[in-house]
């Protein structure tokens, strides 16, 4: 079914109410976004030409679930389990993103991080159907054509990858996009953002993924990676093709590399509504997991040293957000970055190295730290021991590296260490959440980047605070969109931080968790995109929602009505036959 045969009518939230069909009988199968399948009722059937190609029993869309519910749990893996969902999206979205809903926390870990990883590494050989957009240096040229087809759609949420930083993974060519397609789901799932109005875009520049290249098997345009002029063009034709089709849609960089992440953020920070959600999105969740250990702790931000070990676009990103925070807090620049080190794989970044620029803005002086005698002193535990770090904060991807010495390095700082090993996967993080409370004996208040079960020590059961950017991101994107914010701010990243810690319980920050459950993501995203409107307000760049007639009028009363009742929630819709 062509994207011209249904037309979406919505209300004046700009919500989707109903959608007028313009074809019948089987073709209506071919359309995910009006198929029902079973769950066409007799009038429907009759009404769209459907009688006796569907089986006679009508099923409502709840015992669709329940039965989809039973084939995942039939399933001998989860990369099985994720082919069955990404199968159902592409014949029945408001079915896959119902029963996605149905137990969220186990089926995000399906769509979504660790198992989109190998979805990414496979894509080729897994491929069932073409998901979004390709570009590659053979189209570009062709893009404002192209994304003029989708202008039907109403696209107000694009998530944007050239490939290369997939998750811990790195360069996956064409794979990427599985990426988009899993935080364009998570877009719907928490912000409920419809389906229709997402788009996800590969920007294919080659790969220098050596298996890839010699894959028979490989779609991805085999060449190596355009670098250099050839790379910035690129990225320059791209941006402007999606500025002129979409002018009030977001647009989300996701895993580029460490100096092309920040550079493209930073170039069309004012010429698209964008952001990038591994340096912003991950500086946004981490601040919000530190500053819930700072209620239950009864400090302040001024109070603590920070120490991120890692310092590609997440750990960056985590050290601009402390930096913003800390100076909105009243503390100068120059006294907000003193209180923060970055740590990569040769260990502090100090200014008398060759750095790249997105690092050099956290990089130290040696001439100003004392204890800094020897290269020895560059290493993580004497980091730890000699600046008196207080906060810990893993991105390095290096499984492990917090150990006891370094854990017990951070107690005698302070009675309660902050440690968050944020690497994905699972065995890439810096430790595991059981060794943490062991050797702080429960003092330690962890959060980390992967889903971690339960841990018991010595009778008290503590749940791991998991800091997962889809705290953050849907959020975001609504609270934007619903502001008719001309352009992504830090302080909205700030404002998201302190709504997300605003959703852990008094119960939980009792028992020690940082982070609200992923059980309660639809809620946690309708906080932050209240106070990133309010945001946008209260910094004099909001305007008229694009999207919708009702307005907020800067009144924030109103910014929460526009912002409830935009969403679309995974249920099916009235058809008009046309």
């Not at 015992?63 to 069955?84: G, H, T």
């Not at 080729?124 to 159907?129: A, Q």
């Not at 981490?286 to 819930?292: M, N, Q, S, V, Y």
Request: glycine share 8%.
């Amino acid at each position: 079914m062509s994207e011209n045969s249904a037309q979406f009518k919505y209300d004046e939230y700009g919500n989707t109410r109903e959608i007028y069909v313009y074809s019948s009988g089987s073709e209506l199968h071919g359309n995910a976004f009006i198929n029902k399948g079973t769950a066409f009722t007799w009038d429907e059937r009759l009404r769209l030409g459907l009688v006796a190609m569907l089986p006679p029993s009508v099923r409502t869309l709840e015992e669709q679930v329940a039965n989809s519910r039973l084939k995942v749990q039939n399933k001998e893996s989860d990369i099985e389990r994720f082919i069955y969902i990404r199968s159902l999206f592409d014949r029945n979205v408001a079915l896959a993103h119902a029963l996605i809903k149905s137990d969220i926390a186990r089926n995000m870990s399906i769509i979504y991080t660790p198992t989109v990883g190998l979805a990414c590494q496979n894509y080729s050989s897994m491929f069932r159907s073409a998901n979004g957009l390709h570009f590659y240096p053979g189209n570009i040229d062709h893009a404002e054509d192209v994304l003029r087809r989708f202008q039907q759609r109403d696209i107000r949420v694009a998530v944007v990858t050239d490939n290369q930083g997939i998750l811990g993974i790195g360069d996956q060519g064409a794979g990427g996009i599985a990426i988009c397609v899993g935080k364009l789901m998570l877009y719907t799932q928490g912000a409920g953002i419809a389906p229709w109005h997402c788009l996800p875009i590969s920007l294919d520049v080659g790969t220098n993924n050596e298996a890839l290249l010699a894959d028979d098997e490989y779609l991805g345009w085999r060449h190596k990676r355009i670098t250099g002029d050839q790379y910035i063009d690129f990225i320059q034709r791209f941006a402007r093709a999606f500025r002129n089709v979409f002018p009030n849609a977001l647009c989300q960089w996701e895993d580029f590399s460490k100096q092309n992440a920040f550079a493209i953020r930073d170039t069309y920070l004012h010429d698209l509504i964008s952001f990038n959600d591994d340096i912003q999105g991950t500086g946004a969740v981490a601040l919000a997991g530190i500053l819930t250990a700072m209620k239950i702790k009864g400090e302040t931000l001024s109070d603590q040293v920070f120490l991120i070990h890692g310092a590609g676009a997440g750990g960056i990103g985590i050290a601009e957000q402390i930096k913003t925070a800390l100076c909105e807090s009243g503390m100068s620049r120059e006294d907000a970055r003193a209180r923060i080190f970055a740590l990569d794989s040769r260990g502090l970044i100090t200014t008398d190295r060759d750095l790249l620029p997105y690092k050099q803005k956290f990089a130290k002086d040696p001439a100003s730290l004392d204890w800094l005698q020897d290269e020895k002193d560059l290493r993580l535990e004497n980091v730890v021991q000699k600046a008196g770090v207080t906060v810990l904060i893993g991105t390095s991807g290096q499984a492990g590296c917090f150990s006891r010495e370094v854990v017990q390095a951070v107690l005698e700082h302070t009675d309660q260490p902050v440690v968050m090993p944020l690497s994905n996967p699972t065995d890439h993080a810096e430790a595991v959440p059981a060794d943490l409370y062991s050797w702080s004996r429960g003092r330690a208040l962890v959060g980390t980047g992967s889903p971690f079960p339960d841990v018991l020590y010595e009778g008290a059961s503590y749940r791991v605070g998991q800091a997962n950017n889809v705290f953050v991101f849907p959020g975001v994107g609504l609270g934007t969109l619903a502001s008719g914010a001309r352009e992504v701010l830090p302080e909205f990243f700030t404002a998201a931080a302190y709504a997300v810690s605003s959703c852990v319980s008094k119960e939980a920050m009792a028992a020690g968790t940082l982070l609200p459950p992923v059980t309660d993501l639809a809620a946690v995203s309708l906080k932050v995109a209240q106070a990133v409107g309010e945001a946008a307000i209260a910094n004099g760049v909001s305007r008229s929602c694009a999207f919708a007639n009702f307005q907020h009028q800067n009144d924030p009363t109103r910014l929460k009505e526009l912002v409830r009742k935009m969403r679309w929630s995974p249920d099916y819709l009235p058809l008009v036959a046309m």
